[in-house]
């Protein structure tokens, strides 16, 4: 298995990496077949296309901001070149826009309130992120249509993806890597036999596909992205869009710790940088997947946390950043990091685990302790539902993600005070989370149909 650090960390826009930033790169992939087809054929003049949105696309999609996703993505956006734009005038002129562009002759009618269509009774059985994109001809005779999944942190799979790979992600065999390793127990054993630590074998890993400059740059590109995010975040005021009338918090949080200093702790600065990331996500603005746009505030709040009060140098935040990578790949390929498939603990949990034992190697840990601060953080999320209030990435998201980082910290600190031996293993841990996640009812899975979502509208 081999999952690179520069696809779990990706620069894009919020609200969510599943049900905004992939439908996007969905939308945009479709557009692909819709030219060839049209290149192909043209005797035809009237096209159609239409996307319809099932199970958790289609429950959350509106407060997740996915009808404007697929919008953006058909008319040739992605996610990481939105956020060059001025994205609110842009998504005003397309969601304006009656027609999508196939060439420079032909147009496709396309209409977001009419041909985005929310499918919450027909369920698709391998994923509950379901994309189905149709071209039609004038007579609404389907033309070619291709259905993808949403499967996290901005993955995407085709159906005959999903249905032909173990796990639902495409990645590279690891018999072509030098460390090619499935599980926690195998990076382990491998890190002892060569002598190096787990972020010297994820970079190993990398350096097969790039330079050792290309990948130390987009590293720092990386960092650049979170630490702009963290500091945006913590400088902006308003109330957040959706309808809830969330205020922003993380300023006013920052400005009373900084005017208090001696009576802070770490928890305090973490859930202030996290939740600026948060508020910044649930504006829509710049993100970084880490590994997911709903828990992408745990791993920059602790990075921030070593830059802002541990002087980390940019040696040490490629390493936290590469260490954390291996672990989230782990997770992603052994489990899921989609709420929509088993809960916030695959969101904040993973990302709490992936931030424990990026804390973990700066701070000097062992390979065995950083496996264990990894676990520990994990293993306290297990059961965790995702339930957003209004099916906005807000309520509990914004807070939830402070907490993340605190559990990270604490395993950390708690696993650099012991051997490393411990009872459960990340594996074992790995696995608990997903049976746990095809056990939770679908009500907790990113629906809004129970927990917090429903407690909120019955106050």
Not at 236 to 247: F, M, R
Not at 306 to 335: D, P
């Amino acid at each position: 298995m081999f999952i690179s650090v520069l696809d779990l960390f990706k620069v894009g826009i919020g609200p969510s990496s599943s049900h905004t930033m992939g439908p996007m790169v969905a939308a945009n992939d479709f557009m692909q077949y819709v030219r060839e087809f049209a290149n192909a054929n043209p005797e035809i003049n009237n096209y159609q296309i239409r996307c319809t949105l099932k199970d958790s696309l289609a429950y959350t999609g509106v407060g997740h901001g996915t009808d404007r996703a697929v919008t953006l993505g058909l008319h040739g956006y992605l996610p990481n070149t939105i956020i060059n734009e001025k994205i609110s005038e842009v998504i005003e002129r397309v969601c304006a826009a009656k027609s999508v562009p196939i060439n420079v002759k032909q147009n496709a009618s396309f209409f977001s309130e009419n041909d985005i269509i929310f499918d919450t009774t027909n369920s698709l059985k391998q994923n509950p992120n379901g994309l189905i994109f149709d071209l039609l001809d004038n007579t609404n005779r389907i033309l070619i249509s291709h259905t993808y999944f949403s499967i996290g942190g901005g993955f995407i799979s085709t159906l005959e993806e999903i249905d032909n790979i173990e796990a639902p992600i495409a990645y590279e065999p690891s018999e072509s890597y030098p460390f090619p390793f499935d599980n926690s127990n195998e990076m382990l054993e491998m890190s002892a036999k060569s002598n190096k630590t787990i972020w010297e074998i994820a970079k190993a890993n990398e350096l097969h596909n790039i330079s050792e400059k290309e990948l130390n740059d987009k590293l720092d590109q990386i960092w650049a992205a979170m630490r702009s995010c963290v500091e945006s975040g913590l400088s902006a005021e308003g109330i957040l869009p959706g309808g809830l009338n969330t205020k922003r918090r993380a300023k006013k949080l920052h400005e009373n710790l900084q005017s208090d200093p001696e009576n802070t702790i770490f928890n305090d600065w973490l859930c202030a940088y996290a939740m600026a990331v948060n508020e910044e996500n649930a504006a829509g603005h710049l993100v970084v997947t880490a590994p997911t746009n709903g828990a992408a505030g745990v791993v920059p709040a602790t990075l921030y946390f070593c830059y802002k009060h541990k002087s980390a140098t940019a040696e040490q935040i490629r390493q936290f950043l590469l260490t954390a990578s291996a672990i989230g790949g782990l997770i992603k390929h052994n489990s899921s990091i989609s709420g929509a498939e088993v809960g916030c603990q695959g969101e904040v949990g993973s990302a709490s685990s992936m931030a424990a034992a990026g804390l973990c190697s700066i701070r000097g840990g062992t390979n065995a302790q950083i496996e264990n601060a990894a676990e520990m953080a994990l293993e306290h999320h297990l059961g965790m539902t995702c339930d957003p209030v209004k099916g906005l990435v807000q309520a509990p998201c914004i807070e939830r993600n402070g907490f993340g980082a605190v559990k990270a910290y604490t395993a950390s600190s708690l696993a650099l005070r012991e051997s490393g031996e411990h009872l459960i293993s990340l594996d074992q841990c790995i696995s608990a989370m997903k049976k746990t996640g095809l056990d939770m009812s679908h009500k907790y899975k990113e629906t809004s149909l129970g927990g917090l979502a429903v407690s909120f509208i019955e106050c």
